[in-house]
Each structure stands twice: as C-alpha cells, then as structure tokens.
C-alpha cells in the first residue's frame, strides 16, 4: 500500500584469519523501498509504452489487412480506411515524440541548459498561431489576459511545448464556450494559466490526470489524438524551473490549469531593493 517498506538483509559469519570457528556474525541491513519503487515505475512504464505503440500498430495492420481483401476495390471506403490509418500513423509518431521529449527532460540535468528569460507573451502568441486552426473548427472564444512583462527563466522550446499542451487540451476537452489564458506577475511569481469551459474532469481523476498515460477516458482520448502524456510533460517543465503545476476543475463546467514559476531575478535592481 506504499507505505511498507522493503529491506534487504546480508549476513556474514566473522572469522579470525587463522581460526576455523567464528566469532560473530555481521548482518547488514540495508532499505531498498526507494530502489524497487523505482524499478517497478520503470517496468510500469516500459510495459505502458509497449501497450500503447502496439495499439495504434494493431489498428493500422487490421484496415491494411481489409484493405488487401478487397476493400480496396470500394473507393469511398478506401479512402476511409486510408483516413484512419493516417491518423492512427500520426499518433504513433507524436507518441514516440513525447516518449522520447519525456525521457530527454528526465535525463538531461537542467545545468546544460542555455537558460534565457522568455517573454511568456510571446511564447503564448506562437501557440495560437499553430494552434489556430484547430481552434477555428471549434466555436470557440479566446480571451487573452496576457500582461506583457511577464517573464520566465528557462529553455524558451520547453516552455512553449508547456503552453501547447495545455492549450491544445483546453481546445481538445471543450467543444462549446471559450479558452482564457491569462499571465501575470505575483509576489516574486510568473503566474501562467489555461482556462476553459469544457467537461472538466472529476474529483477523483484530478490527482491522477499529471500520470503518465492516465486518462480519463480513453476512447474520447484516443479520437482527439491524445497520446496521454501531455500533462506529465507539462509538469515536469513547471518543475524543472522550479514552479509548480495546479488544476481546479467542475464536471461540466470546465478546468483551469495554473503554472506558477519563480520570476527572474532582475539583474539591474541591487539586492536591497527586493524584499
Ligand atoms: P491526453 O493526450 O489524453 O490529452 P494529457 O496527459 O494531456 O493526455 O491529459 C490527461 C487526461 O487529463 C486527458 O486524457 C483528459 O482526460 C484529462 N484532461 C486534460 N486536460 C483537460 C481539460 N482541459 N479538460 C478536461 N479534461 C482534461
């Protein structure tokens, strides 16, 4: 239940160099909780990223498969199938990409970073701009409340890859209403947040939804192209400058997603003149 722990014990008889008989035992006992913890998230997780290559994969072979018996010769439905295989094709490829994303930014310590500060209005601006027409073949309102000198200090491609995710769910995730995103400076803070009025999610899911491949519903995942992995990726981003990741959501009513960040120290006010 997590909170057992697991120890491994060793033990040797010690024994005098010229002597047969021991005169004591040395036990070592040593606490591997955090170890097998550890090795059973990576076998989780290895198992996961078999599953979930292997679906998209399976689904491709099997309109192959019908097309190869004769679907084929029916061009409607061929170009359906070809339709559903190009999709399931690109999921597969976004799902490798955030794999591999996942695993560079768990691996590569921060200090080889080239660390700039990024003007968060900016990076929000690009991201409607890849975003725009997904947006378009929604009904949906954008409210901008981006104050202009907000600032964070990190590689400007992971913050961008953080605003996507959570931008491209809000649009995902609502189909009806609007997506606010707001910036704003707060008591030494770069304050970030994604609001939408879509499904939101439930309490129980709330904990849950920043783990790898969880989803609240697969199915509707599935179709909206998700790979399950864009919440973890946007955590880690949060974190790994320092900041932390929140959600507040209602079923129905919709989610709002928080980035709070540390605001870069500005290099022209002396020490003294912050608090
Ligand atoms: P996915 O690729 O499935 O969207 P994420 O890691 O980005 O994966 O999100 C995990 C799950 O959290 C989603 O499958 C969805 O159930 C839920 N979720 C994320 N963002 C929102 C949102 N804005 N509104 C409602 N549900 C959301």
């Known amino acids: 239940n997590g909170s057992r722990r697991i120890y491994r014990i060793y033990a040797n008889p010690i024994r005098p160099r010229d002597s047969k008989e021991s005169i004591g035992l ?115 309102d954008i409210f901008w409340e981006v104050q202009q000198d907000v600032k964070v200090r990190c590689e400007p491609d992971k913050l961008k890859q953080l605003l996507m995710n959570l931008v491209d769910n809000a649009v995902k995730y609502t189909e009806e209403g609007s997506i606010t995103i707001r910036a704003w400076k707060a008591q030494g803070n770069s304050m970030i947040q994604v609001q939408d009025t879509g499904i939101g999610i439930a309490k129980e899911h709330l904990e849950r939804i920043f783990e790898r491949f969880y989803r609240v519903d697969k199915g509707r995942s599935r179709k909206m192209g998700g790979t399950g992995l864009g919440l973890s990726i946007a955590k880690h981003v949060v974190e790994r400058y320092g900041g932390e990741l929140q959600v507040s959501s209602e079923v129905g009513k919709g989610s709002s997603f928080t980035a709070r960040f540390p605001a870069p120290v500005d290099e022209n006010k002396k020490p003294s003149d912050s608090k």
């Open 26 to 140: 040395l036990m070592v006992i040593e606490d591997i909780t955090n170890v097998i913890r550890l090795e059973n998230v990576r076998k989780d997780f290895v198992s996961n990223v078999t599953h979930e290559l292997k679906t998209p994969l399976t689904s491709i072979r099997g309109f192959i498969d019908t097309l190869k018996q004769g679907a084929v010769e029916d061009r409607a439905v061929a170009y359906r199938f070809l339709d559903i295989i190009e999709m399931e094709s690109d999921r597969l490829y976004r799902l490798i990409q955030d794999i591999l994303y996942l695993s560079e930014i768990e691996n590569r310590p921060g200090e080889e970073e080239a660390l700039e500060e990024v003007s968060v209005e900016e990076i929000a601006a690009q991201v409607l701009e890849v975003l725009d027409s997904k947006i378009s073949q929604k009904n949906l």
